[in-house]
């Protein structure tokens, strides 16, 4: 019978099966279950969750396999958008033997990174082709981090089906999971050909305008092109950055409501300089890579809290707009974290209630304002794809300084930061800032950098669905999905929150 060890520590240089051979002499074989370091104590070590098995047992991994319906819906679920949410959705629904239809509006992955790397380098945006748009959604381009915060026994089921894709298996245990935006891209393709080949058929280069409502029942969809498709089950699953189809949905009194969210800039550092601050004398041990932070701090009178988002070690800074007239920051990082840059968003969050009352589009307006604002503090300098860009110290100090080396491959022009943003979120950022100054020495450096502006942390919209059918509260047939529809944030949640959706659909057929 298999034995489990929770807390096994390991130093930097000991061996793990010596420790296991001290624990359970005997062993026939182990399986990693959790792998973390501890980088709290002066010097590191790895801490471990191992399942040992006896010479004798058969370590079968666990391949989730599924009942399928033997009564499949007459009309096939629509999926508009093909990020994680929708792409999850459809592989849960085809392994439950329900074909389904994907619609998205952007290319495939290989015509689709054309389109990004001319964005970067000479700032030719393309509207439904970009960091947020065309196959495997933003998350194709977000450093390929699979962390999250949310509790889901579906999690191995999506850390696993990434896996057979061809991830590398250890995100299966490791507590700080990583793909890379390089080996992420290259488990969308056999991904989607599995959906082809197994019941999900697929059109890219195919905008849904807006969804068709028979009353408050789901009808289909029309395209751009005025071309219906009938379908009493409609999953949005279209990002963060699909305005234009809340828009309509509003218009079609779609139950829709205004949620916080939150903004600010992207600071950078040198990597080398993070290793030293997180890993101290053990910097640079070959066996720990890039460090990572988390911080956080919330003021007490207010609620309002500061944090860093999509930490991205060994990484890059990258333009992630959607609109010509704005400018956008994300991080991304390879599966070798090897960029000399680390990179991470620094944001305040914003309540939605308190700062717009009740009028549900408010925040995507104040995001496009800051957005805006940035592409003009870039033109007024003589640029045009750059990022506007400030030391930690001069926004600070409330003054414009050289620039330092940066990571991005659209470039920087000097600006004031501290003037863009308002006045409010400044004066946020600079506590916050020194605050997780006092928690990692020298996180405040003359050789950090801010990018503006990060915008895109999640939708400040939700389209509200009932907890239990995950239907639209107000429109029977539609299920909100995803980052987009308010019920995610990040590339595992959102495509836990499409398995949950095929879930909610496949119960249905029973």
Avoid at 294 to 309: C, E, P, Q
Avoid at 405 to 417: D, Q
Avoid at 445 to 470: F, I, K
Wanted: proline content about 6%; charged content about 20%; aromatic content about 8%.
């Amino acid at each position: 019978m298999s034995k489990l060890f929770d807390q096994i520590k390991v130093g930097l240089d000991e061996s793990l099966e010596e420790q296991l051979a001290w624990l359970d002499p005997g062993y026939g074989s182990y399986r990693i279950l959790k792998k973390s370091v501890d980088a709290r104590q002066q010097t590191p070590f790895w801490v471990y969750r191992i399942e040992t098995f006896s010479p004798n047992e058969n370590t079968v991994p666990e391949t989730f396999s599924l009942e399928v319906t033997p009564a499949p819906p007459k009309e096939r679920p629509l999926i508009i958008g093909a990020g994680p949410a929708g792409l999850f959705a459809a592989l849960r629904l085809i392994e439950r033997g329900i074909p389904c239809i994907l619609f998205e509006q952007g290319s495939m992955a290989t015509e689709r990174m054309k389109s990004i790397a001319g964005y970067w380098r000479y700032g030719k945006l393309n509207p439904v082709n970009n960091v947020c748009f065309g196959e495997g959604g933003a998350g194709l381009y977000s450093d390929g981090k699979l962390i999250t915060r949310i509790k889901s026994p579906f999690i191995p089921y999506v850390l696993n089906r990434l896996v057979k894709f061809g991830a590398p298996e250890e995100i299966q245990y490791l507590s700080n999971p990583h793909v890379g935006s390089d080996k992420i891209r290259k488990v969308i393709p056999p991904l989607r050909e599995f959906l082809k080949n197994n019941g999900c058929e697929i059109f890219f280069d195919t905008k849904v305008e807006k969804v068709l409502f028979n009353g408050p029942k789901v009808a289909g969809i029309i395209l751009s092109d005025g071309t219906k498709v009938n379908s009493n089950r409609v999953i949005l699953a279209t990002g963060h950055s699909s305005v234009d189809i809340l828009k309509h949905l509003l218009q079609d009194s779609v139950n829709i409501e205004g949620k916080s969210f939150a903004v600010g800039l992207r600071i950078e550092h040198p990597q080398k300089l993070i290793n030293q601050i997180q890993y101290k004398a053990y910097a640079d041990h070959p066996s720990l890579g890039a460090a990572n932070y988390r911080l956080a701090t919330t003021d007490k009178k207010t609620g309002i809290g500061v944090y860093s988002f999509c930490m991205c070690p060994g990484g890059y800074v990258v333009s992630s707009g959607t609109e010509s007239d704005g400018i956008v920051s994300n991080g991304m990082s390879n599966y070798k974290r090897n960029s000399p840059f680390a990179n991470a968003a620094i944001v305040v969050s914003i309540n939605h209630e308190e700062s717009f009352g009740k009028d549900v589009f408010a925040g995507l307006t104040f995001r496009k304002e800051l957005e805006q604002k940035a592409k003009s503090a870039v033109l007024a300098k003589g640029g045009d794809k750059q990022f506007p860009t400030q030391s930690v110290l001069g926004f600070l100090q409330n003054k414009e300084v050289p620039l330092l080396p940066s990571s991005t491959p659209s470039g920087c022009v000097p600006a004031r930061l501290d003037s863009l943003l308002p006045e409010t979120i400044v004066k946020k950022l600079g506590a916050a800032l020194e605050k997780f100054d006092r928690s990692m020495p020298g996180f405040i450096s003359p050789h950090a950098q801010l990018l503006g502006v990060e915008t895109r942390t999640s939708c400040p919209v939700r389209v509200v669905r009932d907890s239990e059918t995950l239907q639209s509260i107000s429109h029977s047939g539609l299920y909100p999905a995803g980052e987009g529809a308010g019920y995610a944030g990040g590339i595992t949640s959102a495509a836990v929150d499409g398995v949950r959706i095929a879930e909610a659909i496949f119960a249905e057929c029973q």
